[in-house]
Nanobody, 118 residues
Framework: QVQLVESGGGLVQAGGSLRLSCAAS????????MGWFRQAPGKGREFVAA????????SYADSVKGRFTISRDNAKNTVYLQMNSLKPEDTAVYYC???????????WGQGTQVTVSS
């Protein structure tokens, strides 16, 4: 079992920044690949960013490329999502996910709300 707890969401004006954190616990060694997803009201869940087990490889959705940065601190069992130049269309619940192989996730956090005002 792996437990994921997100934090850092909130209300920010357009152009502002937020940093989300995802603290992992449990058998995290079994699920080393991590990612962030989001779900806006009335829409499906969409991929945002992913990071490999040691952080050497990252990938991003086109909509956030150049604005968001995913990183991890394995000593703290935490994954981060630094979000800059936020736009109203970034408003969503952001979820952290963990998986056994890259880009395939079977553990999810409860989500954290990000609201960007115009």
């Amino acid at each position: 079992q792996v437990q994921l707890v997100e934090s850092g969401g909130g209300l920010v004006q357009a152009g502002g920044s937020l940093r989300l954190s995802c603290a992992a616990s449990g058998q995290i060694f079994s699920r080393p690949f991590m990612g962030w997803f989001r779900q806006a009201p009335g829409k499906g869940r969409e991929f945002v960013a992913a990071i490999s087990s040691r952080g050497g490889s990252t990938s991003y959705a086109d909509s956030v490329k150049g604005r968001f940065t995913i990183s991890r601190d394995n000593a703290k069992n935490t994954v981060y999502l630094q979000m800059n130049s936020l736009k109203p269309e970034d408003t969503a619940v952001y979820y952290c996910a963990a998986g056994q192989i890259a880009l395939s996730y079977d553990y999810w956090g409860q989500g954290t709300q990000v609201t960007v005002s115009s």
